[in-house]
């Protein structure tokens, strides 16, 4: 199959020799070193075999030699294809064009996929990899080391940039520095004081001195656990620590919002408009007429097609359709027992999500003036109220008093 494939690729030539001296003709061919195959003697003076185009137009010097004749039954391989395709130029110049297709589509890049930390910039992130030359059609033999330094130079905020080139597609993964709570200095005199005005149900200090018990009320910023912790004996001292403890109070919320009864709600039309375009690389071209912008009250949806021919191969050219359902505004009155509910919800939702704590009981009223609805809440919770601060306490030059209980 292999001396097949070869000899189609040098080209072949399928020969009908005729005449009465076959056996001259191949003693000829013989002398002269012109190989025949695929020989087959089809009658007493006729048979057929292939040659190839060299040894072919060598024969021909000696055709007068062999007293027979030579036809030329068929002719195959490379030179002869190219010989009927060379008047065709639109041919060989798709062939060439495709060919340049091809270079670019391997050489280039032409799919982004940036997967970027919400908390960092994504606006500067991408200018900056912009400005260095990373865009759609760019090199794949680009300095990645170099453009993740100068970027990471010019966005502060990124700790850890990548730029992974699979195929024709450019992953980016871009994360950002994470800001760590505060923490105080293990070391620190520390006390634990009080976020929210409450009545302290538990305690759990682990470390210090409490200064409040359970069913004392509280003030925010309030001391509830000392850093300065007294003796314990009749011959100890006063001592410094790292205040630690849990604090459980009940407290209270109080909140007023208001809402208009005359709303609107979106009533769909029915209609319904479409527009497309394609988009080459970076470069896009509109199959419509007019703007992208569509009057009257619409929602849009916006969906892209890219041609792709595996996971990290994609073609440079994308399918963008652009959908419009218009709708029309219609009035809405709402019964204020319902807003009133809803609110509730959501403001008691709201409450939950922010504290350490859950809420254990809630009043509500409501009022309904000028076309809306006044809420007012009040929220029981139960949560945890104490966070660390610095303390500044200094332990005393003179012992405690002795107390009026001992001997």
């Avoid at 061919?29 to 003076?45: F, G, I, P, V």
């Avoid at 309030?222 to 300065?228: A, E, K, M, N, R």
Wanted: glycine residues 8%; proline residues 4%.
């Amino acid at each position: 199959m292999v001396s097949r494939w070869l000899h189609l690729a040098r080209g072949q030539v399928r020969l009908r020799v005729t005449g009465a001296s076959l056996t001259r003709f191949l003693n000829v061919c013989a002398s002269h070193e012109l190989t025949l195959r695929r020989m087959r003697r089809t009658a007493w003076n006729e048979l057929t075999c292939f040659i190839s185009v060299e040894d072919f137009r060598a024969l021909r010097r000696f055709m007068g030699r062999t007293g027979c004749r030579v036809h030329i039954a068929q002719k195959a391989g490379v030179p002869f294809l190219a010989a009927r395709l060379r008047p065709r130029t639109v041919l060989w110049g798709g062939f060439v064009l495709f060919a340049a297709l091809c270079w670019l589509m391997i050489t280039r890049v032409w799919a982004i996929e940036p997967h970027i930390d919400p908390a960092l910039p994504r606006a500067a992130v991408m200018e900056a990899l912009e400005r260095e030359g990373v865009r759609i059609g760019a090199s794949k033999g680009m300095n990645v080391k170099q453009i993740r330094w100068r970027v990471m130079q010019q966005v502060p905020e990124l700790s850890f940039l990548s730029l992974n080139i699979s195929g024709n597609r450019l992953t980016i993964e871009a994360t950002g520095s994470v800001m760590k709570p505060e923490m105080l200095d293990e070391d620190a005199v520390v006390k634990v004081v009080a976020t929210r005005d409450g009545v302290v149900e538990q305690m759990n200090v682990w470390q210090g001195a409490p200064l409040v018990r359970p069913g004392d009320a509280v003030a925010v910023g309030d001391t509830l656990v000392s850093g300065l912790v007294p003796p314990t004996t009749e011959t100890g001292g006063y001592h410094l620590t790292h205040a630690r403890g849990e604090i459980m109070a009940h407290t209270t919320y109080d909140v007023d919002t208001r809402r208009a009864l005359q709303t609107e709600k979106k009533t769909y039309t029915g209609k319904v408009k479409k527009q497309y375009a394609l988009v080459f690389g970076s470069h896009r071209l509109n199959l419509y007429f007019g703007s992208g912008i569509a009057g009257g009250s619409c929602d849009k949806i916006i969906e892209t097609k890219t041609a792709w021919l595996s996971d990290s191969v994609v073609f440079p050219v994308s399918l963008v359709r652009q959908t419009y359902v218009y709708y029309e505004r219609q009035p809405e009155a709402a019964a204020a027992e319902d807003a009133a509910a809803d609110m509730a919800a959501r403001v008691l939702a709201r409450l939950e999500a922010g504290m350490q704590g859950t809420i254990t009981g809630e009043r509500q009223s409501f009022d309904e003036r000028d076309g809306a609805v006044t809420l007012h809440l009040q929220a029981q919770a139960i949560e945890q109220i104490g966070a660390e601060a610095l303390d500044d306490s200094v332990i005393p030059e003179t012992p405690p008093a002795p107390s009026e209980d001992a001997p």
